[in-house]
């Protein structure tokens, strides 16, 4: 290489290297990765995933560098010349084997251990049965009588309409929010029975590490823990595509701490009661 092309070569490298250096923080490199969560599966799936990430950065690095290497160090123009002689390398092709054996083994053994986690709903302290529909959501509290559906928030529902004249960024969590959010305790494991009426939804919030099908004739199990010290709004949208306003069911929950869960639940439940006694009077 002479030396004016090595210098321009370098150039440019350093050009390129100063503008990865000059991005702005901010640019959104974290959306290119899953979410930690606020779950205990979501924070043990997003650290087995970072595992394996690096697993297999460090993999490709190092075939990717020597077969680069070889191309460039022994290319036709220097002269190369393909040796004959080693066509058959017994240690070599056991080695390459059996590395790539353990190395899945290694990873397959945490992955199951996650597989098992995920379907153990044991020792949960609330049931909710979540029922899909098109195109709402219906939450009932099993044994506390309390249900109630959650659908598209009204000032969303209105902005959505064909010339509505209303101007979406006007709304507030636009097309996010619903207008009775599903409400959860922290730190208490909650078991969820996913099922539909009409077709196939999906029950997805990404901050809970989890997702699943709601199945009409199904019932699916899945459970969560949100953080003991992460209470707060998460959101999350049917992710199945169930028919023209599958875009228009969000799902939003709001995790309060266990004092605050029962309170509300006491008063959905005495509110609930009310509604029965005054159905048969
Ligand atoms: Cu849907």
Not at 170 to 183: A, G, I, Q, R
Not at 200 to 219: E, N
Not at 244 to 270: C, N, S, T, Y
Request: proline residues 5%; charged residues 20%; hydrophobic residues 50%.
């Amino acid at each position: 290489m002479s030396i004016a092309k090595r210098m321009l070569m370098r150039s440019a490298v350093a050009g390129v290297l100063a503008a990865l250096a000059t991005m702005p923080a901010h640019a959104g490199w974290d959306l290119l990765n899953m979410p930690k969560g606020v779950s205990e599966l979501s924070r043990e799936i997003y650290d087995m995933h970072m595992i394996m990430l690096w697993i297999c950065t460090v993999i490709a690095v190092f075939t990717f560098g020597a077969m680069i290497w070889a191309m460039v160090r022994f290319r036709k123009s220097k002269g190369a010349v393909a040796d004959g002689k080693m066509l058959h390398n017994a240690r070599l092709e056991a080695a390459w084997t059996i590395v790539p054996v353990l190395i899945l083994i290694g990873m397959a053994i945490p992955s199951v251990e996650k597989l098992i986690k995920i379907e153990d709903t044991s020792g949960s302290e609330l049931t909710i049965k979540v029922t899909g529909y098109q195109w709402q959501w219906h939450y009932e509290y099993l044994g506390t009588g309390v249900s109630f559906f959650s659908r598209l928030a009204r000032d969303s529902d209105a902005a959505r309409q064909k010339r509505s004249g209303i101007d979406p960024r006007s709304v507030e969590h636009y097309l996010l929010n619903v207008d009775k959010p599903l409400v959860v305790p922290t730190g208490t494991k909650i078991r969820m029975l996913l099922t539909a009426n009409d077709v196939i939804h999906a029950w997805w919030v990404p901050d809970f590490g989890m997702k699943r099908d709601a199945i009409p004739g199904f019932i699916n199990e899945m459970w969560i823990s949100v953080d003991e010290d992460k209470p707060g709004t998460y959101r999350g949208q049917c992710a199945e595509l169930c028919g023209a306003d599958h875009g228009f069911m969000p799902i939003v929950v709001d995790a309060k701490p266990p004092a605050e869960f029962r309170a509300w639940l006491e008063q959905q439940m005495a509110a609930a009661a009310g509604s029965r006694l005054a159905a048969t009077e």
